[in-house]
């Protein structure tokens, strides 16, 4: 297929006897998202091909297809689909249920439905199989007119129905301008945290990621874990994997300007660059969880308040990492001195968190080197920053947009539905494989490059699930090489 089609959705088949269907459907989708009149009238008759059962079988088959439909599920509807009052109903459903619906439809030659019938321990008998092909050229003239979101039709010959693809993660990962970091939120160390650690990161390494970043919060965050579940301070924790033989970047997504005082935090990042030879980055933000703030007895202030602690912190850090020791009076900061020694040994690339348009993605343009955005809004995002760099007269170029992605990722389609199962708690299945982007390697790796190609430059990945370093290694192949 030139385009992917959409998925989730609702895919109806339309074809005779023979034609290729049923093949088609098990090298793209798993056996669990295909729902097949002649297996039902396996599941409720004597057999496939009893047609006797054919009543209680498409009963069968409608409750199935409501049921999958109704909470979002890839469904693919195997039957003739050549009842043009059938594929209505399943078409309001779709439209019901906001799932997409597409019509597959198999221009297959008669000839060849009728040598695969006749290859059958239980062939269609021949007038039945005529009239069939009779009938799909009636409705393969209506189907563009029914209203569906997509219709795909399959061409002639063997050739038509491919085998399933070798598994992606075989594939080699392309050159790329991309670089992916491994961000980590969720820390099941068990009794040896620095163990841990370690292997994470030297697995990290093997595996091609560009760096590590650590999550900053003083208390696990809901969306990740429950609470009582270890997170480290991470300027102590990026002390630990600094001291490793390893060539990552390490640095903060992101740190909240409430914690720590601007300086004292440019004190830590100054430090890690030296002990890492210029190795650190930073990611920095306003801070958004009342409750951590509130746990360790720190003020929480206001929105606006917390974004001039932003633009303040920026300012800060700059001046403390600029040269000399001379006083400095800028824009929202005043310093006697600016003495800070041990100076980066390179330009540290500062990150601000958050992807609000009036007033983040403004002091990003003018005092940070990059921003890290939704990914599902990086290309508006990234337009949006392009403006804001416009007017205050800085080259766009020189704020990379990043992005945070939590992929589930697995080895076929059947592995990443399985991933998606153990992971999604009570969340929906349909929702969860949504907000994650479930897929297979090749899947993520062709999403990568579209990312690229809409101008992100780092991709932080927090891996759901993630709880040793051997999963780490899954990413070998797909990570792409620089």
């Known amino acids: 297929m030139?385009?992917?089609?959409?998925?989730?959705?609702?895919?109806?088949?339309?074809?005779?006897?023979?034609?290729?269907?049923?093949?088609?459907?098990?090298?793209?989708?798993?056996?669990?998202?295909?729902?097949?009149?002649?297996?039902?009238?396996?599941?409720?008759?004597?057999?496939?091909?009893?047609?006797?059962?054919?009543?209680?079988?498409?009963?069968l088959l409608d409750l199935v297809v409501a049921g999958r439909v109704r909470r979002g599920l890839t469904t693919?509807?195997?039957?003739?689909?050549?009842?043009?009052?059938?594929?209505?109903?399943?078409?309001?459903?779709?439209?019901?249920?906001?799932l997409p619906a597409v019509v597959v439809a198999f221009d297959t030659p008669p000839a060849l439905c009728r040598r695969r019938n006749?290859?059958?321990?239980r062939p269609v008998p021949a007038h039945v199989l005529s009239e069939q092909v009779r009938a799909l050229v009636r409705t393969d003239e209506r189907l563009d007119d029914e209203g569906w979101d997509l219709v795909l039709r399959v061409g002639a010959g063997d050739e038509d129905v491919p085998a399933p693809a070798p598994a992606p993660a075989a594939a080699p990962a392309r050159r790329s301008p991309l670089e992916v970091v491994l961000e980590l939120s969720r820390f099941p160390w068990g009794e040896h945290p620095a163990a841990w650690l370690t292997g994470i990161a030297r697995a990290a390494e093997e595996?091609?990621?560009?760096?590590?970043?650590?999550?900053?919060?003083l208390v696990?965050?809901?969306?990740?874990?429950?609470?009582?579940?270890?997170?480290?301070?991470?300027?102590?924790?990026?002390?630990?994997?600094?001291?490793?033989?390893?060539?990552?970047?390490?640095?903060?997504?992101?740190?909240?300007?409430t914690f720590r005082p601007a300086g004292i935090t440019a004190?830590?990042?100054?430090?890690?660059?030296?002990?890492?030879?210029?190795?650190?980055?930073?990611?920095?933000?306003?801070?958004?969880?009342?409750?951590?703030?509130?746990a360790f007895g720190l003020p929480f202030p206001p929105p606006a308040e917390r974004l001039d602690l932003l633009e303040t912190a920026l300012e800060t850090m700059r001046a403390l990492w600029s040269p000399g020791t001379k006083a400095y009076d800028g824009r929202r900061t005043v310093l006697p001195e600016t003495t800070?020694?041990?100076?980066?040994?390179?330009?540290?690339?500062?990150?601000?968190?958050?992807?609000?348009?009036?007033?983040?993605?403004?002091i990003a343009a003018r005092l940070a080197d990059g921003c890290n955005v939704p990914v599902d809004t990086a290309q508006a995002k990234a337009a949006v920053l392009r403006r804001h760099?416009?007017?205050?007269?800085?080259?766009?170029?020189?704020?990379?947009?990043?992005?945070?992605?939590?992929?589930?990722?697995?080895?076929?389609?059947?592995?990443?539905?399985?991933?998606?199962?153990r992971l999604r708690g009570r969340t929906p299945a349909a929702a969860y494989a949504r907000r994650h982007h479930a897929g297979t390697a090749g899947q993520h790796r062709e999403r990568y490059e579209r990312l690229a190609e809409a101008g992100v430059s780092t991709v932080f990945v927090a891996l759901p699930g993630l709880t040793g370093p051997e999963q780490l290694l899954e990413w070998r192949a797909m990570l792409p090489r620089r």
């Open 389 to 421: 760099c416009e007017e205050v007269g800085r080259d766009p170029d020189e704020v990379a947009v990043t992005v945070l992605d939590l992929p589930v990722v697995g080895r076929d389609r059947d592995d990443v539905w399985e991933r998606v199962e």
């Open 76 to 98: 693919v509807v195997d039957t003739l689909g050549l009842d043009a009052a059938r594929r209505e109903g399943l078409l309001r459903l779709a439209r019901a249920h906001r």
């Open 118 to 121: 006749a290859a059958r321990d």
């Open 220 to 257: 696990q965050i809901p969306q990740v874990a429950p609470v009582w579940e270890p997170i480290p301070e991470p300027w102590v924790t990026l002390g630990l994997l600094a001291g490793l033989d390893t060539r990552l970047r390490l640095g903060t997504l992101v740190t909240p300007v």
């Open 2 to 59: 030139r385009e992917p089609l959409p998925d989730p959705a609702l895919v109806v088949l339309v074809g005779p006897s023979g034609s290729g269907k049923s093949t088609w459907a098990r090298a793209r989708y798993r056996t669990a998202e295909i729902v097949s009149s002649d297996d039902l009238r396996g599941i409720v008759g004597s057999g496939r091909h009893d047609l006797d059962a054919s009543t209680d079988a498409f009963a």
């Open 267 to 294: 004190k830590a990042v100054a430090t890690l660059d030296t002990i890492t030879d210029g190795r650190a980055f930073c990611g920095i933000g306003a801070g958004w969880w009342a409750r951590e703030h509130a």
């Open 207 to 217: 595996a091609g990621f560009a760096g590590i970043a650590l999550m900053d919060h």
């Open 340 to 362: 800070c020694y041990p100076r980066p040994v390179h330009d540290v690339q500062v990150i601000v968190g958050g992807g609000g348009e009036r007033r983040t993605l403004r």
